[in-house]
Nanobody, 121 residues
Framework: VQLQASGGGLVQAGGSLRLSCTAS????????MGWFRQAPGKEREFVAS????????KYADSVKGRFTISRDNAKNTVYLQMNSLKPEDTAVYYC???????????????WGQGTQVTVSS
């Protein structure tokens, strides 16, 4: 599976961005999809995930109520709508595909190249 993330950029605090990740290669609908992020000097952390049909969604506590993950299997794409952005959301955001959220959290599966999100105060 090849993953291509896009949609990052510079936004002021309180603003919104929508990230997209398009997959190619293997059958997209077979995989759980997730978003992770890594801020400078910090370890990569889980942000959100959706199982194969999107009816099992998980979020990190830090983004609950502000971020929404969704997927369109017909377009082989997963999205991350980010609202009410905070400076602490600044990071490189990576999309991932794997058999489960736990697998992705253990660095198993496939990873995209990352897209930079910068939130200014």
């Amino acid at each position: 599976v090849q993953l291509q993330a896009s949609g990052g950029g510079l936004v002021q605090a309180g603003g919104s961005l929508r990230l997209s990740c398009t997959a190619s290669g293997r059958t997209f609908g077979n995989y759980a999809m997730g978003w992770f992020r890594q801020a400078p000097g910090k370890e990569r952390e889980f942000v959100a995930s959706a199982n194969w049909n999107g009816d099992n969604i998980k979020y990190a506590d830090s983004v609950k109520g502000r971020f929404t993950i969704s997927r369109d299997n017909a377009k082989n794409t997963v999205y991350l709508q980010m609202n009410s952005l905070k400076p602490e959301d600044t990071a490189v955001y990576y999309c991932a595909a794997g058999p489960s959220t736990a697998a992705m959290q253990n660095n198993l599966g496939y990873w995209g190249q990352g897209t930079q999100v910068t939130v200014s105060s």
